[in-house]
């Protein structure tokens, strides 16, 4: 059984990042915006500032408060996006706020987290210059393990804007038949169990258990949440383990691959 070594994988996207970065003339600009005071997602923006400024990268994060208005926000979104060379919003962000229109303020050659419907339409027609960071983490773990895509099965758990949607479509044009497990589907076992690849994001613990799992499956884990005060996944680890034949853990698994996806999707913007 293999266990994806998460932050050394990164490390070698980050040194090859580093090394191109040196290369510019002008320091790439990475923007992060964050709406409200949740403690876990203001640590999480500022590791992907240290990592981003470990690779010569200047970044820069823009707290906004959790009352702020859908049309107040986009203003202070469009100069931010104008004196930046990338952008991410980091979500989700409050009910109030109509996401969707704030994420489209970033124009596709700035949305590193290609997350606006301009970005998302080239990406699904398979016309990006990038990918959303989640297929370019899964990516980078397949190739980096050698495994061959074409015949095999795979579930989705989740269908979400960030992991299951992209991920899908990625994985359906490289040859593989998805299941795509939401939360109205019944016995998503039934799929789970017959599939040789196994993706989770959606942040729920537990989501998925060994008895779901066929022995040698491949499970990547993109989940993240608490249980006991400690940081988890959507997969059971403990039960997970015993079937695949590689597993990502939490934490420590795709979080740090995510981040390096992300100033990747900087550097190949800025090379345009």
Do not use: C
């Not at 469009?78 to 930046?84: C, P, T």
């Not at 040859?175 to 599939?195: C, Q």
């Not at 989501?207 to 040698?216: E, W």
């Amino acid at each position: 059984m293999i266990k994806v070594e998460g932050r050394q994988i990164a490390d070698k996207i980050l040194a090859e990042l580093r090394a191109e970065v040196s290369q510019l003339k002008n320091k790439p600009r990475l923007a992060a915006v964050l709406i409200g005071d949740n403690i876990e997602f203001k640590k999480f923006v500022e590791l992907k500032g240290r990592v981003a400024e470990s690779v010569g990268i200047i970044f820069n994060m823009y707290q906004f408060p959790e009352t702020i208005t859908t049309e107040d926000l986009s203003g202070e979104i469009l100069k931010i996006s104008e004196n930046s060379d990338g952008a991410l919003i980091e979500l989700p962000l409050p009910g109030h706020i109509d996401q969707q229109k704030i994420l489209n303020i970033i124009p596709p050659e700035k949305d590193v987290d290609v997350l606006s419907d301009e970005a998302q339409q080239l990406f699904y027609e398979n016309k990006s210059v990038i990918n959303p960071p989640a297929v370019e983490a899964l990516k980078v773990v397949l190739d980096e393990y050698g495994i061959n895509l074409v015949g095999k099965t795979a579930a989705v758990f989740g269908q979400g804007i960030l992991v299951g949607k992209p991920v899908s479509h990625w994985l359906e044009q490289n040859g593989v038949e998805v299941h795509k497990i939401r939360s109205k589907t019944e016995n998503p076992e039934k799929f789970s169990r017959e599939a040789n690849i196994i993706v989770a994001g959606v942040g729920k613990s537990d989501l998925v258990i060994g008895s779901m799992v066929k022995d040698g499956a491949i499970v990547i884990d993109f989940g993240y949440g608490k249980k006991d005060g400690k940081m988890v996944g959507d997969v059971d680890y403990d039960s997970v383990t015993l079937k695949a034949s590689l597993i990502t853990p939490v934490p420590g698994g795709m979080g740090p691959i995510l981040i390096a996806a992300v100033l990747k999707n900087l550097i190949i913007l800025n090379e345009k």
